[in-house]
């Protein structure tokens, strides 16, 4: 099993339409999670921190469920603009390793006029 | 704009060659990264350094040499890559807080590298 898998799509949506991406991942010790968004030939970005309380930020909602081990990511009135790959992101979770991130391979989304 | 600064942001070079790639920060961060990215792939971590020392090596090829001469400069010399180096070299940073267990990051525009 991997250690952060997500669905690599393509997700195709109209523009407006509401859309969500599910990543799980294998380390019950991890503690930190991040969606970060990479556009084509450009560096990953940091969309936003998942706290376990969930958390949103203007049309981006983020939620972790522990339990489960799965976060997600909501995207309500999807612009054209959203257009790119969205990277899950945990930390390991080993005992002393510093900051170890590990990414999913990415979801793409494309919004089409 | 990326207050990350990698340089040059392309590179072709052959098997014999030496080369460097440089990245700055000034945000005063104290963990600095290098990631290896290649199409349609996540980045894959190669190296973290803490403080200026370096705390994890994934198994990268001796080809692959970090340095880290302050806490400002992170540098990947290169020396007898191979074709399926070729990608693009993230450099990241974050804030290095002692025992922090995932911290964001926040990464260089990127060299791409092509060895013939």
């Known amino acids: 099993r991997k250690e952060v898998e997500q669905d690599p799509g393509p997700f195709n949506v109209p523009e407006g339409a509401t859309v969500a991406f599910n990543c799980t991942y294998s380390n019950s010790a991890s503690q930190s999670f991040f969606w970060y968004r990479q556009d084509c030939r450009k560096e990953p970005k940091l969309l936003m921190s998942?706290?376990?309380s969930g958390n949103e930020d203007g049309r981006f909602t983020a939620q972790l469920n522990r339990a489960s081990q799965y976060i997600s990511l909501l995207i309500r009135d999807s612009k054209l603009s959203d257009s790119a790959t969205y990277l899950c992101v945990v930390n390991k979770g080993e005992g002393g390793a510093t900051n170890k991130l590990i990414f999913g391979t990415g979801t793409l989304l494309a919004v089409q006029p | 704009d990326t207050e990350v600064t990698q340089t040059p942001k392309h590179l072709v070079m052959g098997m014999t060659n030496k080369k460097s790639l440089k990245c700055e920060q000034h945000m005063g961060h104290r963990a600095m990264y290098w990631y290896k990215q290649k199409a349609k792939k996540p980045p894959e971590l190669m190296f973290v350094y803490s403080y200026e020392k370096l705390s994890i090596n994934e198994s990268v090829p001796s080809r692959f040499s970090p340095e880290c001469p302050n806490s400002s400069l992170l540098n990947l010399h290169l020396h007898a890559l191979q074709p399926e180096d070729s990608a693009l070299y993230l450099c990241a940073s974050s804030q290095g807080s002692r025992g922090a267990k995932g911290e964001k990051l926040f990464f260089g525009s990127g060299t791409q590298l092509s060895v013939l």
């Open positions: 998942v706290y376990s």
